[in-house]
């Protein structure tokens, strides 16, 4: 049965009985929802570049993308973060920095004149150990042979 997209005056018929048109997929909740996160996410940006590590918000999306990729990608130098995270270098220095201040994340040592960041021990071991149980991936995990 063919749908028709939900946005007042259109009617246009959708695909994959999608409930809204191409042109109005931004109404769908969870399109708007991501583009208001992303425009949380470029105004807190903004707000560290402008006033540096004070403005940066340790449960922000930012934050959490950074933590979360270190914790899944193990340490990286902070210009190697910057590109996996296509973030602007200087902003995520100071986002480094807050979160440093803040024992969420540990500096290990530098290479060159490039700091080494990664999961404080503390945050690592535990939390690993439980996300595994908790969402057991079969490509990572192969099951143990049979018998
Ligand atoms: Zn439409």
Not at 53 to 60: E, I, K, L, M, T
Not at 116 to 125: D, F
């Amino acid at each position: 049965m063919p749908r028709h997209c939900e946005a007042p005056g259109c009617g246009l018929a959708t695909r994959a009985g999608k409930p809204f048109c191409s042109e109005h997929v931004e109404r769908h909740p969870y399109i708007a929802r991501l583009v208001e996160q992303l425009a949380a996410r470029e105004e807190e940006e903004r707000l560290v570049r402008e006033r540096g590590v004070a403005a940066v918000a340790s449960d922000g999306l930012t934050a959490a993308e950074i933590l979360a990729f270190l914790r899944v990608h193990g340490d990286r130098s902070v210009p190697r973060l910057a590109r996996d995270l296509n973030m602007d270098l200087e902003t995520l220095e100071l986002y480094v920095d807050a979160l440093v201040a803040r024992g969420l994340l540990a500096e290990r040592r530098r290479r060159r004149r490039a700091r080494i960041v990664g999961l404080p021990e503390e945050a690592r071991g535990p939390r690993r150990r439980r996300a595994r149980r908790s969402t057991p991936d079969p490509e990572r995990e192969p099951k143990a042979a049979a018998g």
